[in-house]
């Protein structure tokens, strides 16, 4: 009896032995959970035959249990390593087979699948494609593609208008010159301005001045602006080739023949004339070949044009003036030329002129001025206009584009005092107002917001949900040509709202409902469009709940996919198959799966894995306990040993 007690006690101390060895030697194995050894005490007995003082068979190994406590958590430079934080296992599929761990070392094998160090494929909640998830488990993958383009079709602007702005009108007269001379015919005078609070201001104008000397002593003034164009005639129906003519001290050979060797008319020498001087460095300087087939010329600036005529050949070739006189080497006559200057006055301010003797006309006699009030909106004026604000927005292509909005504080009408705004909008510069012209090209597109006494949006032309439909847009290149991507559908043609899915044009719309008018400076709150270009896989972050996003190089993300968990009633009833897994047996209980961070499961922990459980110090504690109970019960087969030989040994 002693003898198989011992050799129990030797086999229970062994195994005790080896357990502990197993777990010193996992003490660094990420996810692994320690084991410890359940011992139980053996008694013999039979159906009711058992005795007041029972006498023990031994020991037996009742079971080794696993123990899932929590390990450290550590951190670690991957994006993809997982540790779990609280109750709960990661689902792995390993060609099939449904394995559960706590290793949570992933990465991406060659075919985009999240897998661990040993090729299983992590499970997890998949993704759509528009980034919803779905409760379909499955493999989680992660694709390495571009992302594709997203074309723009709503767009959210959340904006303030300030209801204290005044409406923009332009008022004053405008004033264009009659045609003269410049030098000639106008000689010294006194051009008089006259200010809305009766003061005058005299401007003397000196004789012989250019239209652009007129114009640039007018501007000088307060409350004017003007601009000048001189314009002259010249008829070329003599010229002759190898002549040269000098504008502006720029001399311009005529030419015998063109580029490819042909003989020119003198018509197409003339043109030929004009075509050299606007390719020419006179920028200011503009020439056309009238419909009578005379040259003419037009300084932009108002300039007196200085020319002259070479008659190289002396074949008596000449260039003259419509009204007559051939040019010479000299200047020509001032007096063949035409002036004009163009004059905006402010509101109530007045012009008038004098002239000095001996010269009796002005250069406004015979002009009748033009008084004006206007708002009109005008995109290249910012004075016709509050506001505006920008916003990038993308086609089918995923090419960028600028929307631009403006806004433009409309006079009061009706009960509605000071509540009306006008919205204008375009893209790229290019209007997109839908019905198009009678030409078929894109109006201006115009939008009225109306506003209530409280501030808050009541309509916009009318519609009091505050939605815009943008439909006639053609997207084009950075040369005004249409770039291959989805057109417009008119309203003609079908296009309405909610635009459809997937989107079929370049239609989108524009949210208004948010926006507001209240005393206070124009704010841009909020501008978000759900549009954007494709982009590249720049990176992968991982939240507490295991959803993995994709980060793009063009600033979007995009959910992938969410890890899934498992849990079970009974984990310690799990089997353990090796490589840190277990498997389910019919001890621990079907899986209870769902996502991290919600019940009873932990959450996750990005960038870091779990450490094993093992407590070095108390397993060595143990390897000494177990080395003693092992000999101890070596003594107890020893000392058996020697009372049995004892008895042998009587004689």
């Given at each position: ?197 009766g003061t005058t201001r005299d401007v003397a104008v000196a004789a012989d001045s250019s239209a652009r000397q007129i114009a640039n002593t007018l501007s ?432």
């Open positions: 009896m002693a003898f198989n007690i011992g050799l129990s006690g030797l086999r229970a101390a062994s195994v005790d032995l080896d357990v502990t060895g197993n777990n010193i030697a996992n003490a660094s194995t990420v996810g692994f959970k320690g084991s410890r050894v359940q011992f139980g005490d053996l008694y013999a007995s039979g159906f009711m035959s058992a005795g007041n003082n029972p006498i023990g068979d031994g020991v037996r190994v009742q079971e080794v249990a696993q123990k899932f406590g929590q390990g450290n958590i550590s951190f670690t430079d991957n994006n993809l390593d997982l540790a779990i934080n609280g109750d709960g296992f990661f689902i792995l599929n390993n060609n099939g087979e449904v394995r559960y761990s706590r290793a949570g070392q992933f990465g991406i094998d060659k075919d985009g699948f999240v897998v661990n160090n040993q090729g299983m494929r992590v499970q997890g909640f998949q993704a759509d494609e528009e980034g919803n998830l779905s409760g379909v488990r499955g493999d989680l993958f992660i694709d390495s593609d571009n992302l594709a383009p997203r074309r723009t079709t709503n767009i959210a602007s959340e904006l303030n208008l300030d209801s204290r702005e005044a409406v923009l009108a332009e008022s004053g007269t405008r004033i264009s010159t009659r045609s003269y001379a410049p030098g000639a015919s106008t000689g010294e005078q006194t051009l008089t301005l006259t200010y809305p609070d000088q003034e307060e409350g004017v602006s003007a601009s000048a164009r001189t314009e002259v005639l010249l008829d070329g129906t003599s010229i002759q080739a190898d002549d040269i003519f000098t504008l502006e001290g720029v001399d311009f050979t005529l030419q015998d023949t063109d580029a490819s060797g042909n003989p020119l008319s003198n018509a197409e020498r003339l043109q030929q004339l004009a075509d050299d001087i606007n390719g020419s460095s006179l920028s200011s300087i503009n020439a056309t070949i009238t419909s009578t087939g005379e040259l003419r010329l037009i300084s932009s600036r108002g300039d007196t044009l200085r020319m002259s005529y070479e008659d190289v050949n002396s074949d008596g070739g000449a260039m003259a003036f419509s009204s007559g006189g051939a040019l010479s080497n000299d200047s020509t006559n001032p007096s063949t030329q035409v002036g004009q200057v163009s004059i905006t006055l402010d509101r109530d301010v007045q012009l008038a002129a004098t002239p000095m003797a001996p010269s009796t006309t002005t250069i406004l006699d015979g002009v009748t001025p033009t008084a004006f009030t206007s708002n009109t909106f005008d995109p290249t004026d910012q004075r016709t206009y509050n506001h505006a604000t920008s916003t990038t927005i993308y086609d089918s292509l995923g090419n960028p584009h600028v929307m631009t909005q403006y806004f433009v504080k409309e006079p009061p009408t009706g009960v509605n005092q000071g509540s009306v705004w006008s919205m204008y909008v375009q893209i790229d510069g290019q209007n997109v107002g839908d019905p198009p012209n009678a030409s078929g090209e894109p109006t201006m597109a115009q939008f009225d917001l109306l506003f209530n006494e409280e501030g808050e949006l009541q309509s916009v032309n009318g519609d009091p949900e505050g939605e815009i439909l943008i439909s006639n847009w053609t997207p084009r290149d950075a040369n005004g040509d249409p770039n291959g991507a989805d057109g417009p559908r008119l309203v003609a043609n079908g296009g309405t709202t909610p635009i459809p899915d997937p989107p079929i044009s370049s239609n989108f719309v524009i949210e208004l409902n948010e926006t507001t008018q209240y005393g206070s400076e124009f704010a841009v709150n909020d501008q978000s469009q759900n549009g954007y270009t494709t982009g590249r896989l720049s990176g992968l972050d991982v939240s507490n709940e295991g959803v993995l996003f994709a980060r793009y190089s063009n600033g979007q993300s995009q959910t992938l996919g969410q890890v899934a968990l498992a849990t079970f009633r009974n984990a310690e009833g799990l089997s353990p198959v090796g490589e840190t897994t277990w498997v389910e047996t019919f001890e621990s209980g079907q899986p209870i799966i769902g996502s991290p961070d919600s019940g009873t499961l932990g959450a996750i922990k990005a960038s870091s894995v779990e450490e094993s459980n093992v407590d070095l110090s108390a397993e060595l504690v143990n390897l000494i306990i177990a080395q003693r109970n092992y000999q101890a019960n070596a003594k107890t087969i020893e000392t058996s040993d020697s009372v049995t030989q004892t008895i042998i040994n009587l004689r």
